[in-house]
């Protein structure tokens, strides 16, 4: 089994946990940071005190979209995640995750990865980013068995911007490794009529069921210190 098709089975798998229903059409409620964060928040001196990341994010798949992400670490496990970007398909949810390996360091991919269309899938951007290790959801569990939660998703507003801000616990393995990742945001509507449709460019290869704009990547950005 090919590396490529063994990274696709596995987000297949993890995506397929959370699909019972999908309204690309409808997003998810924006929610505060889990209750449970907000004692970290008062801790004297640990904003200050924290690990700092950045990632640049940059246009994929001819979306259009770019922006950044700030991250920083506190404590051994709590991540605080902004994300910023604009020129994504408006009105519409984008899922987005932290992605990456275990111990290789992440990479965006390029037209290289792309097929025949010159679009790059998920899967042909696996070897590239890695499988999804965190799911940044709005509200909720951020584990890969939220990969297509799409309710709980940001939904880009009438200009295309999405504004996004949580704290959250993460697996061991991201803290600790947090700047050899990459974040990816998906969804992108490349016939411009608002919604994500199968005439564009088909079906998605991790379901059929759902239309391929739903599922490309829309920007990506490797996480650095900064």
């Known amino acids: 089994m090919s590396k490529k098709l063994g990274f696709a089975l596995l987000l297949a798998v993890a995506m397929s946990l959370s ?48 922006g950044h992400a700030i991250l920083e670490k506190e404590g051994a496990k709590e991540i605080e995640t902004e994300i910023h970007t604009k020129g994504l398909a408006p009105k519409l949810p984008h899922a987005q995750h932290i992605h990456g390996f275990r111990k290789a360091v992440s990479e965006c991919p390029t037209l290289a990865d792309s097929g025949r269309d010159n679009l790059i899938t998920t899967v042909e951007g696996l070897p590239s980013y890695g499988p999804i290790q965190v799911s940044l959801t709005t509200r909720g569990d951020t584990s890969p068995k939220s990969a297509l939660a799409v309710d709980r998703f940001p939904v880009a507003n009438a200009k295309g ?50 239309p391929q704009e739903a599922t490309l990547p829309a920007t990506c950005g490797v996480i650095n210190p900064k």
């Open 19 to 66: 699909l019972v229903s999908v309204g690309f059409a409808n997003g998810g409620d924006r929610d505060d940071r889990d209750g449970h964060n907000e004692q970290g928040k008062h801790e004297q001196g640990k904003h200050e005190q924290g690990e700092h990341y950045k990632a640049e994010l940059n246009s994929l798949n001819r979306s259009g979209a770019e």
């Open 161 to 210: 911007t999405v504004e996004y801000e949580r704290t959250f616990s993460v697996p061991a393995n991201v803290a600790k490794n947090l700047g050899k990742k990459a974040i990816v945001q998906h969804g992108v509507d490349l016939n411009d009529n608002g919604r994500y449709d199968f005439q564009a460019a088909g079906k998605s290869e991790l379901d059929p069921s759902l």
